[in-house]
């Protein structure tokens, strides 16, 4: 079309022009889904940031807590006819934030110990393998100098007792499918993901350089991330920051829907009713649907139902965008709705493939379990899953 | 105007979280569909009719003025409140609270979005079938408020013939409850319908009781490419002059198709000056004859192309193109006023021509689609608003449709309504008289003029009376 303006040709600080205030997002917001108050909408946030821009508003606290209380899920922008790139104006606007100290607190506590320690835990970055010790022999990956795939566990998975089981299935997978992979350890930085969707980019880039280095350093030609927002990092924003890697970048259910349909692996049957949960960083951003259902159709007997909502219009667990670190009880609400929406189903397992869906939604169904909805489900990633079914 | 001590009393009312007074939260409230921005004075969300009553009684004592506002999807301007005004957001009031499938109706809270309300039905078997583009953004209070109209309603008729019962919240706080799950009532004044359009300026609409229809069984829609306009708004009378009434038969024009296409990329013509959409149902074999009947007549008429759906997704592709038009001119400008003339039909092609030719001799870009069935166009004028000059001209190009409009025996609004942005023609367009009646039928229901002053009429001339 001729006369007009392509949304690739815009500056950030244009995007919002675009938005016509239609309100088509309200609906597939989960946190306007949630309060059914507009300052909860996207349409209100672009609405926020574009009157700042424009002098109308200024910045405060509660307007911080308004750009923080979104899950940058990327939902609406699905829908938008306009096209208005709400992740991008919502990343900018956080930053804006950052300048001015309004940093959420919660998310300035988190930035503040990836800047300490390198990743978010708090904890020594020296400490990356603790999730290994309790193993009965340490992974064959571990402290290896040269290997043709590097494994990043990512941040939650390293340090969180509840998710140490994914890089465990993880590297057994990885074992029993006779790779050659290699762990990064006390190596292993942040992804920059963290910093980067709070508005601090030239932090995240530090530690992306530097991952970068660890894993040429390897000599390897493939990553594999188990955390889907550490996958997005490297397969999307890495190359746009640091240039060509020259690597071939894989979301660990890719790895294994590969390595199952090559036979690598056998599987036992699990006679059982499983739903997915579309990871927003995986499907949304990453286009990655058909990967973790690929898997789920090489257990035998095991039948794949879906949600309502699924795919591209997967509802979020309530886990992204830091707004667990922000608001908890807001995160926990969203992550009951999308639990409910499991139970639905009347499957026997929730299974996503991030540590952090797992971790939401497995405090959604402690939740709702305590408000008396009886549900009979297991929430589990695609790994802790096929590893157990392992012959 | 308002002080803690309200603030606080309207707190105790509907619960802290649901009084909002800071500006970043008031400015989430400053707009609706258009343009338009002004910030209200506060916003309360109740969640109950007991609340609302408690809130308006405390508006009317302090005489604060009151803007219901549902998904603020309006295309008029009527949910912005006026300077120091509250905002009454409704969407917390989203449950529906009886589908009565023996009679056919359905009862739900006014915040309900309408698309909920047409998936629970379906789930039985049943249809609720005024379907404004923006269902699944709109609701139904703000549905009935405005009138809203989509392009199932050639067949099936709009809003207000759907509305059965109302509850209603009066500026003074007294609940009225009018109409009934009668199918015939003439036992008084028509009260339900004197609320239809009224945009909250005659009270808060809080629940209604809508009829439905058994769901037709089959449909069938097709796609006509014309690459001249003329012909294809001469072809819609033809295709209704046939003998066939689509259930939906709509037009979109060459700009229309390309913001179109380039957000869904779903395989329009963007070469074409226009394109129909048609939609036939019934039983099978109906709904096929009609829609082979309307094609060859777009084929008589000039279509250079028509095709027929293959199965439902390829007929939900093409609903999907005409329910994201309006959205999608975002693309071409930032900034577009969407008109909502109706004509007589069979002023349609003369319409499309003076709309033209404003376009041309105001040179601006406006795109035109709508019910083409039924007479009722969406003349989009695309412009950017920080260009002062672009925007004196959007104002006189408004004034020059709607005078053609009028001209031509229509009207200004079918299914948007006046709110502020048509108020100065709307005496133009009703006359003298109707003004008065109107203005005494507002006095009558809100003799504070607290009910969305300066919509639909303009404040002072109310005042004026009081
Ligand atoms: C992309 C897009 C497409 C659209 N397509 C169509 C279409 O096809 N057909 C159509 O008719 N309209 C359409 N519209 C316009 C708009 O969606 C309708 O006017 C709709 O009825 C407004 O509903 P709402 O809930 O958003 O009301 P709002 O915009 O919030 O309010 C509109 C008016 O209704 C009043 N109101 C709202 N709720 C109540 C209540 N409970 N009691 C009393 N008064 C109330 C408000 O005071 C205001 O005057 C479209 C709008 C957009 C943005």
């Given at each position: 079309?001729?006369?007009?303006?392509?949304?690739a040709?815009?500056?950030?600080?244009?995007?919002y022009l675009?938005?016509?205030r239609?309100?088509?997002?309200?609906?597939?917001?989960?946190?306007?889904?949630?309060?059914?108050?507009?300052?909860?909408s996207?349409?209100?946030?672009?609405?926020l940031?574009?009157?700042?821009a424009?002098?109308?508003?200024?910045y405060?606290?509660?307007?911080?807590?308004?750009?923080h209380?979104?899950?940058?899920?990327?939902?609406?922008?699905?829908?938008?006819?306009?096209?208005?790139e709400?992740?991008?104006?919502l990343?900018?606007?956080?930053?804006?934030?950052?300048?001015?100290?309004?940093?959420?607190?919660?998310?300035?506590?988190?930035?503040?110990?990836l800047?300490?320690?390198?990743?978010?835990?708090?904890e020594?970055n020296?400490?990356?393998?603790?999730?290994?010790?309790?193993?009965?022999?340490?992974?064959?990956?571990?402290?290896?100098?040269?290997?043709?795939?590097?494994?990043?566990?990512?941040?939650?998975?390293?340090?969180?007792p509840?998710?140490?089981?994914?890089?465990?299935?993880?590297?057994?997978l990885?074992?029993?499918?006779?790779?050659?992979?290699?762990?990064?350890?006390?190596?292993?930085?942040?992804?920059?993901?963290p910093?980067?969707?709070?508005?601090?980019?030239?932090?995240?880039?530090?530690?992306?350089?530097?991952?970068?280095?660890?894993?040429?350093?390897?000599?390897?030609?493939?990553?594999?991330?188990?955390?889907?927002?550490?996958y997005?990092?490297?397969?999307?924003?890495?190359?746009?920051?640091?240039?060509?890697?020259?690597?071939?970048?894989?979301?660990?259910?890719?790895?294994?829907?590969?390595?199952?349909?090559q036979?690598?692996?056998?599987?036992?049957p699990?006679?059982?009713?499983?739903?997915?949960?579309?990871?927003?960083?995986?499907?949304?951003?990453?286009?990655?649907?058909?990967?973790?259902?690929?898997?789920?159709?090489?257990?035998?007997?095991?039948e794949?139902v879906?949600?309502?909502?699924?795919?591209a219009?997967?509802?979020?667990?309530g886990?992204?965008?830091?707004?667990?670190?922000?608001?908890?009880?807001?995160s926990?609400?969203l992550?009951?709705?999308?639990?409910?929406?499991?139970?639905?189903?009347?499957?026997?397992?929730?299974?996503?493939?991030c540590?952090q869906c797992?971790?939401?939604?497995?405090?959604?169904?402690?939740?709702?379990?305590k408000?008396?909805?009886?549900?009979?489900?297991?929430?589990?990633?695609?790994?802790?899953?096929?590893?157990?079914?392992?012959? | 105007?308002?002080?803690?001590?309200?603030?606080?009393?309207?707190?105790?009312?509907?619960?802290?979280?649901y009084?909002?007074?800071?500006?970043?939260?008031?400015a989430?409230?400053?707009?609706?569909?258009?343009?338009?921005?002004r910030?209200?004075?506060?916003?309360?969300?109740p969640?109950?009719?007991?609340e609302?009553?408690?809130?308006?009684?405390?508006?009317?004592?302090?005489?604060?003025?009151?803007?219901?506002?549902?998904?603020?999807?309006?295309l008029?301007?009527?949910?912005?409140?006026?300077?120091?005004?509250?905002v009454?957001?409704?969407?917390?009031?989203?449950?529906?609270?009886?589908?009565d499938?023996?009679?056919?109706?359905?009862?739900?809270?006014?915040?309900?979005?309408t698309?909920?309300?047409?998936?629970?039905?379906?789930?039985?078997?049943?249809m609720?079938?005024?379907?404004?583009?923006?269902?699944?953004?709109?609701?139904?209070?703000?549905?009935?408020?405005?009138?809203?109209?989509?392009?199932?309603?050639?067949?099936?008729?709009?809003?207000?013939?759907?509305?059965?019962?109302?509850?209603?919240?009066?500026?003074?706080?007294?609940?009225?409850?009018?109409?009934?799950k009668?199918?015939?009532?003439?036992?008084?004044?028509?009260l339900?319908?004197?609320?239809?359009?009224?945009?909250?300026?005659?009270?808060?609409?809080?629940?209604?009781?809508?009829?439905?229809?058994?769901?037709?069984?089959?449909?069938?829609?097709?796609?006509?490419v014309?690459?001249?306009?003329?012909?294809a708004?001469?072809?819609?009378?033809?295709?209704?002059?046939?003998?066939?009434?689509?259930?939906?038969?709509?037009?979109?024009?060459g700009?229309?198709?390309?913001?179109?296409?380039?957000?869904?990329?779903?395989?329009?013509?963007?070469?074409?000056?226009?394109?129909?959409?048609?939609?036939?149902?019934?039983?099978?074999v109906?709904a096929?004859?009609?829609?082979?009947?309307?094609?060859?007549?777009?084929?008589?008429?000039?279509?250079?192309?028509?095709?027929?759906?293959?199965?439902?997704?390829?007929?939900?592709?093409?609903?999907?193109?005409?329910?994201s038009?309006?959205?999608?001119?975002?693309?071409?400008?930032?900034?577009k006023?969407g008109?909502?003339?109706?004509?007589?039909?069979?002023?349609?092609?003369?319409?499309v021509?003076?709309?033209?030719?404003?376009?041309?001799?105001?040179?601006?870009?406006?795109?035109v689609?709508?019910?083409?069935g039924d007479g009722?166009?969406?003349p989009?004028?695309?412009f950017d608003r920080?260009d002062?000059?672009?925007?004196?001209?959007?104002e006189?190009?408004?004034?020059d449709?709607?005078?053609?409009?009028v001209?031509?025996?229509?009207t200004?609004s079918?299914?948007?309504?006046?709110?502020t942005?048509?108020?100065?023609?709307?005496?133009?367009?009703?006359?003298?008289?109707?003004?008065?009646?109107?203005r005494?039928?507002k006095?009558a229901?809100?003799p504070?003029n607290?009910?969305n002053?300066?919509?639909?009429l303009?404040?002072?001339l109310?005042?004026?009376?009081?």
């Amino acid at each position: 079309m001729t006369e007009t303006t392509r949304l690739a040709d815009l500056t950030h600080d244009e995007l919002y022009l675009h938005c016509i205030r239609c309100g088509l997002c309200l609906y597939t917001c989960p946190a306007y889904l949630e309060t059914l108050l507009e300052p909860d909408s996207p349409r209100a946030r672009i609405a926020l940031v574009r009157a700042a821009a424009e002098g109308r508003l200024d910045y405060s606290e509660r307007f911080a807590d308004r750009i923080h209380r979104c899950t940058l899920c990327t939902a609406c922008e699905k829908v938008c006819p306009s096209g208005v790139e709400v992740e991008k104006l919502l990343v900018e606007g956080r930053a804006d934030l950052a300048e001015a100290g309004l940093l959420s607190p919660g998310v300035r506590r988190l930035t503040e110990s990836l800047a300490a320690n390198h990743n978010i835990s708090g904890e020594d970055n020296s400490r990356r393998l603790i999730w290994t010790e309790n193993l009965p022999q340490p992974p064959l990956g571990a402290g290896k100098a040269q290997a043709k795939m590097a494994y990043f566990v990512g941040c939650v998975s390293s340090f969180f007792p509840a998710s140490y089981s994914i890089p465990q299935s993880m590297t057994r997978l990885l074992e029993a499918a006779g790779e050659d992979y290699a762990l990064l350890g006390e190596q292993e930085q942040c992804c920059g993901f963290p910093l980067l969707v709070s508005g601090q980019e030239p932090r995240a880039e530090e530690m992306m350089r530097h991952n970068l280095e660890r894993v040429r350093a390897l000599g390897a030609d493939t990553v594999v991330a188990s955390c889907p927002s550490c996958y997005h990092m490297w397969k999307h924003v890495y190359p746009e920051v640091l240039g060509e890697l020259g690597l071939r970048v894989l979301h660990a259910t890719e790895w294994l829907a590969d390595a199952l349909e090559q036979g690598r692996l056998k599987l036992k049957p699990l006679p059982g009713r499983v739903t997915y949960h579309d990871p927003c960083d995986l499907g949304r951003k990453s286009g990655i649907y058909d990967a973790p259902r690929r898997v789920l159709r090489q257990v035998p007997e095991l039948e794949l139902v879906e949600m309502r909502d699924h795919h591209a219009n997967a509802l979020c667990c309530g886990g992204g965008g830091n707004l667990e670190s922000h608001n908890p009880d807001l995160s926990g609400a969203l992550a009951e709705r999308r639990v409910q929406q499991a139970v639905d189903t009347g499957a026997q397992y929730l299974v996503s493939a991030c540590q952090q869906c797992k971790r939401t939604m497995a405090n959604g169904l402690r939740l709702l379990t305590k408000k008396g909805v009886k549900a009979r489900l297991r929430v589990m990633d695609l790994m802790e899953l096929v590893e157990r079914q392992l012959e | 105007m308002v002080n803690t001590a309200i603030v606080e009393e309207l707190r105790g009312i509907v619960g802290a979280d649901y009084v909002l007074t800071d500006p970043a939260d008031l400015a989430s409230y400053a707009y609706d569909g258009t343009f338009q921005e002004r910030r209200p004075a506060l916003v309360v969300s109740p969640a109950t009719t007991a609340e609302v009553v408690a809130v308006v009684k405390v508006a009317a004592r302090e005489r604060l003025p009151i803007t219901a506002r549902g998904m603020g999807s309006g295309l008029a301007g009527a949910s912005i409140a006026g300077e120091g005004g509250l905002v009454l957001s409704l969407t917390r009031m989203n449950r529906i609270l009886e589908i009565d499938q023996e009679n056919m109706m359905a009862t739900a809270q006014a915040g309900v979005i309408t698309g909920d309300l047409q998936n629970a039905v379906a789930a039985v078997g049943l249809m609720y079938p005024p379907d404004p583009s923006s269902l699944k953004h709109s609701t139904l209070g703000g549905n009935a408020a405005c009138g809203a109209g989509g392009p199932m309603c050639l067949k099936y008729g709009v809003t207000q013939d759907y509305v059965q019962a109302l509850e209603v919240v009066l500026a003074d706080g007294e609940v009225l409850r009018c109409g009934g799950k009668n199918i015939k009532d003439v036992t008084g004044y028509n009260l339900v319908d004197l609320f239809i359009g009224s945009e909250g300026t005659l009270g808060i609409i809080t629940e209604l009781t809508v009829k439905l229809i058994p769901k037709p069984a089959a449909t069938r829609t097709a796609k006509a490419v014309f690459p001249r306009m003329d012909d294809a708004s001469a072809a819609v009378n033809r295709i209704l002059l046939s003998g066939v009434l689509p259930s939906k038969l709509e037009i979109m024009d060459g700009t229309t198709i390309e913001c179109v296409e380039d957000y869904l990329h779903c395989g329009l013509p963007t070469d074409a000056e226009a394109i129909l959409i048609i939609e036939t149902d019934g039983d099978a074999v109906n709904a096929q004859r009609e829609i082979e009947t309307a094609a060859q007549v777009c084929k008589d008429s000039g279509a250079s192309e028509v095709q027929v759906a293959r199965d439902a997704k390829e007929a939900d592709e093409l609903w999907l193109a005409r329910r994201s038009v309006s959205g999608s001119l975002g693309r071409a400008r930032p900034n577009k006023l969407g008109e909502d003339i109706s004509v007589p039909r069979s002023a349609i092609p003369e319409m499309v021509r003076r709309i033209k030719e404003i376009a041309f001799r105001h040179e601006l870009r406006i795109v035109v689609f709508g019910h083409a069935g039924d007479g009722n166009l969406h003349p989009n004028i695309l412009f950017d608003r920080r260009d002062p000059d672009e925007l004196r001209r959007v104002e006189e190009a408004v004034a020059d449709i709607f005078a053609a409009a009028v001209e031509l025996g229509g009207t200004l609004s079918g299914e948007h309504g006046v709110g502020t942005l048509k108020l100065p023609y709307l005496e133009m367009a009703v006359g003298p008289v109707a003004m008065r009646v109107m203005r005494g039928i507002k006095g009558a229901l809100d003799p504070l003029n607290i009910l969305n002053p300066g919509k639909v009429l303009p404040r002072e001339l109310h005042c004026e009376r009081a």
